[in-house]
Nanobody, 128 residues
Framework: QVQLVESGGGLVQAGGSLRLSCAAS????????MGWFRQAPGKEREFVAA????????YYKDSVKGRFTISRDNAKNTVYLQMNSLKPEDTAVYYC?????????????????????WGQGTQVTVSS
């Protein structure tokens, strides 16, 4: 099975930046679409960003468009989430996820139920 390990979370002031990393092992990383999700206290887990297997197609939750950038380095089996202009509303545990379905190099999913493997999460706290 695939193991995903997130890192890079922490405490940052509003307007600041963080870069999350997700290292994958135990699977065929280049065939997995990858996503980032987050869960704030008292809320459901929600989609944040996704990147296709090739890295050529990305999609974002509306509220993070223009601020967050998802990317992947298939040579390193790693996916990243660069977060700029952070807001207190971005505070959550951020999870990396892998979708094992392969349809094309440009495939991705925004649905939690489509992802097969999950990391344990990394806390992002944005202070006002």
């Amino acid at each position: 099975q695939v193991q995903l390990v997130e890192s890079g979370g922490g405490l940052v002031q509003a307007g600041g930046s963080l870069r999350l990393s997700c290292a994958a092992s135990g699977g065929t990383f280049m065939r997995y679409a990858m996503g980032w999700f987050r869960q704030a206290p008292g809320k459901e887990r929600e989609f944040v960003a996704a990147v296709s297997t090739s890295g050529g197609t990305t999609y974002y939750k509306d509220s993070v468009k223009g601020r967050f950038t998802i990317s992947r380095d298939n040579a390193k089996n790693t996916v990243y989430l660069q977060m700029n202009s952070l807001k207190p509303e971005d505070t959550a545990v951020y999870y990396c996820a892998a979708d094992a379905a392969y349809y094309s190099p440009n495939y991705y999913s925004t649905m939690t139920s489509h992802y097969d493997y999950w990391g344990q999460g990394t806390q992002v706290t944005v202070s006002s």
